[in-house]
């Protein structure tokens, strides 16, 4: 069984920056493609990274592009996404999920990231 736990979330001040990790037991996590997405609030979902599981080559949409990057440890089988200078939109609920856009597979609980300006 496939799970996976966000952590890494909190209050952070526009400019600052955070670290989420998403730890992943069940599976090996570099035999699967993994994405982080978000809801920020009164919005729909947004896919803001994804790591190709072959090569761990990673993909950003423009919102993010230049301010966040995703890698991973797999002896500890964990994922991360290093997000910097962020901004007032990048508040919302982060989860990390198997798969890539638009096919998802199993999610994590998610994580709150909330800038304050």
């Known amino acids: 069984q496939v799970r996976l736990m966000e952590s890494g979330g909190g209050l952070v001040q526009s400019g600052g920056s955070l670290r989420l990790s998403c730890a992943m037991s069940?599976?090996?996590?570099?035999?699967?493609?993994m994405t982080w997405i978000r809801q920020a609030p009164g919005k729909g979902l947004e896919w803001v990274s994804l790591m190709e599981a072959e090569g761990g080559v990673t993909y950003f949409p423009d919102s993010v592009k230049g301010r966040f990057t995703m890698s991973r440890d797999d002896a500890k089988n964990t994922l991360y996404l290093q997000m910097d200078s962020l901004m007032d939109e990048d508040t919302g609920v982060y989860y990390c999920a198997t798969g890539a856009p638009p096919d998802f597979g199993d999610w994590g609980q998610g994580t709150q990231v909330t800038v304050s300006s």
């Open positions: 069940g599976f090996p996590i570099v035999a699967v493609n």
